[in-house]
């Protein structure tokens, strides 16, 4: 860097005096150093995304699609109507998406499905009992059990129930990237034994048991959903603890007085390490390029997280922090990758920011500066669950590749307000 970071520098003298007989007269300040915060303020979210499912009645189907990353897992649950507190569902854990060796999973997937009993009431013969939901007098009605949530075949309640391919059955199609399709036939008109299939709830998830632990009491309304019908409670829960959640790649920075030493706006970026540092989150190339900017009075990699030791991204509340000096006529830009994703960065407008107004330091909350930008070095993916995101490939630089013009994120997908992802606060001495 061509100005040393030194808390030697905020000695600088802040006004001027003649000799005692003049007036002392202040002087706007004209050098400073600035420590620049960039916190990932995110709220954490345990599953990527969820939903619910309408009621299935005999001889109907229904379909759902959702994106999901390598690694992401199903799980789901509806009741079997015709029953006091039994449901359909995958083991615990779900259903993974992916097999071992990275391809999607497609098919019939009935096999999978499990009969669950909630532990919540007590069961009655299936399709005959007075508190089962088609003939209850209100919700709730039957006798409390003040059990776990087992697999009914586990209970030895001493009733018979249909195979789960006498009333359901379900298949999963790839539809190519990240995108699938689930399909819930109702197939109990084929058999005595005819049920509807209640109202459900579906989450996509990386680990966990998103709707319930086998063996443990049921939680987060999936009594309602395995007594009655009523798939709101466990559907809120999972809704307000699904969602996009990314972590923020080690950036850079730069100072200087003209030019765009970053990138330029609507401009194919000029391979100066734009890519990697937007692709895979490397900031070393494009730091290095700086070097050679004569503009370029100061630079440097933010790679550490406040309170942490080595480099790392920031993931929901944790920050960056880096500090250098700038004199008046000086700008600030800084560029860190949206970890889930494949070429987005954020940055301000590829000039920068001033750091002096009228000789006074720029601080406080910048935020509002800051843009998401597409370095337009990689086809974007479905954010959170592109397989060539960083998260998820199997090494750098490894998606699909465009030669397009840098530019503020403008695609098909939908991604959160950069004030929704960051903070941005300048402070000066």
């Not at 189907?61 to 994106?67: D, E, K, R, W, Y």
């Not at 680990?207 to 939680?219: I, L, Y």
């Not at 409670?233 to 996009?244: H, I, K, P, R, W």
């Not at 600030?332 to 002096?356: K, P």
């Amino acid at each position: 860097m061509k100005k040393i970071l030194s808390l030697a520098a905020a000695g600088a003298l802040l006004f001027s005096a003649c000799n005692s007989d003049d007036d002392v007269v202040m002087n706007p300040i004209q050098k400073g150093v600035f420590t620049v915060r960039v916190e990932n303020i995110q709220t954490g979210k345990d599953f990527f995304r969820s939903g619910i499912s309408d009621a299935v009645g005999p001889g109907g189907s229904l379909s759902f699609s959702f994106n999901a990353g390598k690694g992401s897992r199903l799980s789901f649950a509806a009741m079997l109507a015709q029953s006091n507190d039994l449901f359909y569902g995958f083991a615990d854990t779900g259903l993974a998406l992916y097999d071992a060796n990275g391809d999607p999973v497609s098919g019939d997937v009935t096999s999978e499905i499990m009969l669950w009993d909630a532990g919540t009431e007590v069961n009655q013969e299936p399709g005959a009992g007075a508190d089962q939901a088609p003939r209850q007098a209100g919700a709730n009605t039957g006798m409390d059990e003040n059990g776990t949530v087992r697999l009914v075949t586990d209970v030895m309640d001493g009733y018979t129930y249909p195979a789960n391919s006498e009333v359901i059955q379900m298949s999963l199609a790839h539809d190519g990237g990240s995108e699938f399709t689930v399909t819930i036939n109702n197939v109990s008109d084929m058999y005595a034994f005819q049920s509807p299939i209640a109202p459900g709830v579906w989450v996509v998830h990386n680990s966990g048991m998103p709707v319930f632990t086998a063996n443990q009491v049921a939680a987060n309304g999936l009594e309602g959903l395995a007594e009655d019908g009523e798939n709101a409670g466990t559907g809120m829960f999972l809704a307000d603890n699904s969602g996009y959640v990314s972590p923020f790649a080690p950036g850079v920075f730069s100072v200087s007085t003209v030019g765009y030493p970053l990138f330029i706006d609507g401009e194919v970026q000029a391979g100066n390490g734009l890519e990697k540092l937007a692709e895979d989150g490397d900031p070393g190339d494009l730091d290095t390029y700086l070097n050679g900017l004569s503009s370029v009075f100061g630079h440097g990699v933010f790679s550490e997280p406040v309170g942490q030791s080595g480099g790392a991204p920031i993931f929901p509340g944790d920050a960056f922090e880096f500090t250098f000096e700038a004199t008046e006529g000086d700008y600030l830009n800084l560029a860190t990758m949206l970890g889930q994703s494949n070429d987005i960065f954020a940055a301000f407008d590829d000039m920068g920011i001033a750091l002096f107004n009228n000789g006074i330091p720029v601080t406080g909350d910048v935020t509002s500066m800051l843009k998401l930008w597409d370095a337009g070095t990689e086809v974007n993916e479905y954010p959170g669950a592109g397989n060539n995101q960083a998260p998820r490939q199997a090494e750098p630089n490894t998606g699909d590749t465009e030669e397009v013009k840098v530019m503020q994120v403008n695609d098909e997908f939908t991604y959160p307000a950069v004030n929704d992802l960051l903070k941005v606060t300048i402070s000066a001495n």
